[in-house]
């Protein structure tokens, strides 16, 4: 059983920062690095969407509407992956997921709210 647990959100004013954190446990199978993690979010009345990912080795995908302010990074001896996110806009607001994806398997955490607003 995999359980990824986020944590991170917030509420902050335009232009601030957040460090959102996801840690896993449970058993991967074939090692927590053979996963790639990602960040989606989904905002009211809108279909989730993909922030980040991050492979095993290192390179990343980071979405239009983030690039050059959100940065995603994992530290693999501790099973967490994060996202760093600056220069956050009331269209960031959403509640944040956290993945863990390979083939054939898919695990979601439970979320965490970020809410940017004046």
């Known amino acids: 059983q995999v359980q990824l647990v986020e944590s991170g959100g917030d509420l902050v004013q335009p232009g601030g920062s957040l460090r959102l954190s996801c840690t896993a446990s449970?058993?991967?199978?074939?090692?927590?690095?053979?996963?790639?993690m990602g960040w989606y979010r989904q905002a009211p009345g809108k279909q989730r969407e993909l922030v980040a990912q991050?492979?095993?080795?290192?390179?990343?995908t980071i979405a239009e509407s983030v690039k050059g302010r959100f940065t995603i990074s994992r530290d693999n001896a501790k099973f967490t992956v994060y996202l760093q996110m600056t220069s956050l806009k009331p269209e960031d607001t959403a509640v944040y997921y956290c993945?863990?994806?390979?083939?054939?398997?898919?695990?979601w955490g439970q979320g965490t709210q970020v809410t940017v607003f004046s």
């Open positions: 993945n863990a994806k390979k083939i054939g398997l898919d695990y």
């Open positions: 449970g058993v991967f199978g074939g090692g927590y690095s053979s996963y790639a």
């Open positions: 991050i492979l095993t080795s290192g390179p990343t």
